[in-house]
């Protein structure tokens, strides 16, 4: 069974004509904050869950779902929400799913009891996968290719960036001042700002092909990620080895397998293979999936690292932090202005080499670390460098794809910096986890996670600079084959 897209004269291009300058940035604005809402929600409850665990009475395990829910459904329907955004409508999608977003998150802030709670964070997952592929289509329909879609693509990974970033300051803040629940009460009134912004600002936009959406594609790559995701996720209870953990991740890649021979034998599916074919957007994935591996982890531990090992409240933690939450928003800012001087390629490499150097910095932390050598230096050159990075290739990515696969291309983004982040945040806590000795001290671990994503990102490096197209001389990115 398929579904058949509507589409009408007034919104079967693949974009819209002529948008006003003033327009197209309030578009951008728009998006971006819708990105940021669905970014923000996959850190800010860190800081959230003890006070959820006593107020709810949740398990360790059920307190580990309030972040599991949230993450496997996000990542498991990225790629149809994508595609569903270049078949029905990429406005439409937006408004669906931020709304779909906002209700669950003001059931979650007044769960009764830890389900609904785990049920509240799922169905904002599976919001926010609908809503984050549009996200970034509507930014590069919006605003016409060169430079000016170049500083708005660095907009929109600036904001994402710093959505991940603020949570643990936003989480600390919310709860000291107010209680775990304004965590996720706080959406209700911005996600509505942001739907009536976005119902007099955003135009209607689709491929208006007639392609019809491939059900059993977009079945089986959702289950193969979300089992793909949950088998992730038991590896910090259950350790890589145990069955609880091996089975979900072998089924995950075996239905991954299956998803890839449909796709090659279906006249319209859900992932074009030759996509991959275009060498800009199969390399700039990559790149994004083994930078986003480095960086959420990072937040998680100097989250932990602040209150467990030095003492600070949560929301000092969160204002500890406040320097590398802007040090990416600026590398994010810088990028654009940089590409055209030193290519894009050259740019991403040197970003995450200069990430690599603060990795390798933080890996000799200490217990009695200061503020100054332990936590901002460090924090500074990793975040600056995962901005100047991630810019570049996001743009290689997505100014390489047509048109008709733009929402596609968008969700395969987001799908491979959220999937890269729970592999990297799942494998960095097992590295953490071995190398804690046996009194239990933290510092031993976190430095052995911090050089390990050091290894990465100068592998990503060193990949990046073989793979990566060479240095663009027009508007648009090189697509070498």
């Excluded at 509507?138 to 879609?149: F, N």
Aim: proline content about 5%; aromatic content about 6%; some cysteine.
């Amino acid at each position: 069974m398929t579904l058949m897209p509507q589409t009408d004269s007034a919104t079967s291009t693949s974009s819209l004509p002529s948008i006003p300058r003033a327009r197209s940035w309030a578009v951008v604005l728009i998006a971006c904050a819708g990105q940021f809402l669905v970014v923000l929600d996959v850190s800010v409850v860190n800081v959230a869950l003890p006070s959820m665990r006593t107020d709810l009475g949740l398990s360790a395990i059920g307190l580990q779902w309030v972040l599991n829910a949230y993450a496997i459904a996000f990542a498991g329907f990225m790629l149809l929400g994508g595609r569903a955004a270049d078949l029905y409508g990429r406005k439409t999608m937006f408004l669906l799913g931020l709304g779909l977003f906002t209700v669950a998150s003001a059931v979650g802030g007044l769960a009764p009891e830890g389900p609904y709670l785990i049920g509240a964070r799922a169905a904002q997952g599976l919001g926010a996968a609908v809503l984050a592929p549009a996200t970034l289509t509507l930014v590069t329909d919006a605003v016409p290719a060169g430079a000016a879609r170049t500083r708005a693509i660095g907009t929109w990974t600036a904001v994402g960036a710093a959505g991940g970033a603020a949570g643990g300051f936003v989480g600390g803040l919310l709860v000291d001042l107010l209680s775990w629940r304004w965590v996720l009460l706080i959406n209700i009134p911005i996600g509505a700002l942001v739907l009536v912004g976005a119902l007099l600002w955003l135009g209607e936009s689709r491929t208006g092909t007639g392609r019809r959406l491939d059900l059993p594609g977009a079945l089986l790559v959702t289950a193969g990620l979300a089992t793909l995701a949950y088998g992730i996720a038991q590896t910090e209870q259950e350790g890589w080895t145990a069955p609880a953990t091996l089975l979900p991740l072998l089924g995950g890649l075996l239905l991954l397998v299956v998803f890839l021979v449909v796709e090659a034998r279906t006249a319209a599916p859900l992932m074009p293979l030759k996509i991959f074919r275009t060498r800009a957007v199969a390399a700039a994935n990559v790149g994004i999936l083994l930078c986003g591996f480095s960086s959420f982890g990072m937040w998680f531990f100097m989250t932990t690292y602040a209150q467990s090992v030095l003492g600070y409240t949560p929301l000092q933690a969160g204002l500890a932090l406040v320097p590398s939450s802007l040090s990416v928003v600026l590398g994010s800012k810088a990028a654009p202005r940089l590409m055209p001087l030193v290519g894009e390629r050259n740019l991403a490499v040197a970003g995450a080499l200069l990430a690599a150097g603060g990795f390798a910095w933080q890996s000799t932390l200490t217990a009695d670390g200061t503020f100054l050598g332990t936590i901002l230096g460090p924090g500074i050159l990793m975040m600056a460098g995962i901005g100047l990075a991630t810019t570049p290739l996001a743009t290689l990515a997505t100014s390489s794809a047509s048109p008709s696969d733009a929402g596609l291309v968008s969700g395969l983004v987001n799908t491979s910096r959220t999937m890269g982040g729970a592999l990297g945040l799942a494998t960095l806590s097992t590295v953490a986890a071995a190398a804690t000795p046996l009194d239990g001290s933290l510092v031993p671990g976190y430095a052995a996670g911090f050089r390990v994503s050091t290894a990465i990102l100068v592998s990503a490096a060193i990949l990046m600079s073989f793979w990566l197209p060479g240095r663009t001389t027009s508007g648009r990115a090189a697509s070498g084959r």
